[in-house]
């Protein structure tokens, strides 16, 4: 699953690719991954030829006008029309496990590997898991890949963005001046019995940090995941704190860590992945200490760590 790194260098990669670029067409292939309106997007749904279409009729002839970032979740932010057509609009897009956006010029063959994987073939887009295809008026496209389909696209009126839950739920962001060593151990204090990995986990504490980043960041901390939030002091909260930017722009650097099926809106890979120090390496050697990476389960999830540098 894309994490902040990841959604933010595809929001940089859009930035640069489809601002300015009018809308002439969309073509819904899997009605389900697209909603309206602000209500949750839940993620068993139905497909509807009604919703598609209407999708559809709203976003053809709109600009785009910007691409923004609210924790994983990008917004599109399209101009408005003249009076007596449907004002401003915003597509947020979230990519939930395996949703991709791929841009191609006009006339460009695009072809993607369907998964990061070092035999997994490429397939020229759109193809078989390519559910929404947008057209704009320089003959470019944008394709929304998704394999698992729980991603989605959801137009909604600027006016109702205030109504979308999740954007108003999510915890500052890691790089806002809200984010500070005592927010972030007065929210700790509220439960003390949860692990520090699934704390940094919870959008509504940091925007953006999931299973890698959560492993990574601990590591460079030097903390466990399994330790819980009472028995962490001053000293290992603030060497937590510190990690996460270090972390993250690390990360955001090299484009982002290519685990799973997250690609660059150009289609190349993010190379975080190379130095993941724990995630994703059971079983391997600490490139640290030499120390047998572990694994710990909590809550569902699995959190790597050194038992040697981390205590
Ligand atoms: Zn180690």
Same mark, same amino acid.
């Given at each position: 699953?894309?994490?902040?790194? *990841?959604?933010?260098?595809? @929001?940089?990669?859009?930035?640069?690719?489809?601002?300015?670029?009018?809308?002439?067409?969309?073509?819904?292939?899997?009605?389900?991954?697209?909603?309206?309106?602000?209500?949750?997007?839940?993620?068993?749904?139905?497909?509807?030829?009604?919703?598609?279409?209407?999708?559809?009729?709203?976003?053809?002839?709109?600009?785009?006008?910007?691409?923004?970032?609210?924790?994983?979740?990008?917004?599109?932010?399209?101009?408005?029309?003249?009076?007596? &057509?449907?004002?401003?609009?915003?597509?947020?897009?979230?990519?939930?496990?395996?949703?991709?956006?791929?841009?191609?010029?006009?006339?460009?063959?695009?072809?993607?590997?369907?998964?990061?994987?070092?035999?997994?073939?490429?397939?020229?887009?759109?193809?078989?898991?390519?559910?929404?295809?947008?057209?704009?008026?320089?003959?470019?496209?944008? +394709?929304?890949?998704?394999?698992?389909?729980?991603?989605?696209?959801?137009?909604? &009126?600027?006016?109702?963005? *205030?109504?979308? @839950?999740?954007?108003?739920?999510?915890?500052?962001?890691?790089?806002?001046?809200?984010?500070?060593?005592?927010?972030?151990?007065?929210?700790?204090?509220?439960?003390?019995?949860?692990?520090?990995?699934?704390?940094?986990?919870?959008?509504?504490?940091?925007?953006?940090?999931?299973?890698?980043?959560?492993?990574?960041?601990?590591?460079?901390?030097?903390?466990?995941?399994? &330790?819980?939030?009472?028995?962490?002091?001053?000293?290992?909260?603030?060497?937590?704190?510190?990690?996460?930017?270090?972390?993250?722009?690390?990360?955001?650097?090299?484009?982002?860590?290519?685990?799973?099926?997250?690609?660059?809106?150009?289609?190349?890979?993010?190379?975080?992945?190379?130095?993941?120090?724990?995630?994703?390496?059971?079983?391997?050697?600490?490139?640290?200490?030499?120390?047998?990476?572990?694994?710990?389960?909590?809550?569902?999830?699995?959190?790597? +760590?050194?038992?040697?540098?981390?205590?």
């Amino acid at each position: 699953m894309p994490e902040l790194p *990841e959604v933010e260098t595809i @929001r940089r990669g859009l930035e640069k690719t489809i601002i300015g670029k009018k809308i002439v067409d969309v073509e819904v292939r899997l009605p389900k991954i697209i909603s309206i309106g602000p209500a949750v997007v839940s993620n068993i749904r139905k497909n509807s030829a009604v919703t598609a279409k209407k999708f559809r009729t709203l976003a053809v002839g709109h600009k785009i006008i910007g691409v923004s970032r609210r924790a994983k979740m990008l917004m599109i932010d399209l101009s408005g029309l003249p009076a007596g &057509r449907q004002g401003p609009l915003t597509i947020l897009v979230h990519l939930k496990m395996t949703g991709q956006m791929i841009f191609a010029k006009k006339g460009e063959k695009k072809a993607v590997k369907i998964f990061n994987a070092l035999n997994s073939r490429r397939e020229t887009l759109p193809h078989q898991y390519t559910h929404v295809i947008f057209k704009f008026s320089d003959g470019s496209h944008l +394709y929304y890949n998704d394999i698992r389909q729980f991603g989605y696209l959801r137009l909604v &009126r600027d006016q109702d963005l *205030e109504h979308v @839950r999740e954007l108003a739920e999510y915890g500052p962001e890691p790089d806002d001046k809200k984010f500070t060593v005592q927010y972030f151990m007065d929210k700790a204090m509220t439960r003390p019995k949860l692990s520090i990995k699934q704390f940094l986990m919870d959008p509504k504490i940091v925007a953006g940090i999931g299973n890698i980043y959560s492993d990574e960041i601990l590591y460079w901390a030097k903390i466990r995941p399994a &330790r819980v939030l009472r028995s962490l002091d001053l000293a290992d909260f603030s060497a937590i704190y510190r990690a996460v930017p270090k972390v993250l722009k690390g990360a955001l650097k090299a484009g982002g860590s290519s685990v799973g099926d997250f690609f660059r809106v150009d289609g190349s890979e993010g190379h975080y992945g190379r130095v993941h120090m724990v995630y994703g390496r059971y079983g391997e050697n600490c490139r640290v200490c030499g120390e047998e990476i572990m694994r710990v389960k909590l809550g569902g999830r699995t959190g790597s +760590y050194c038992p040697h540098c981390q205590k």
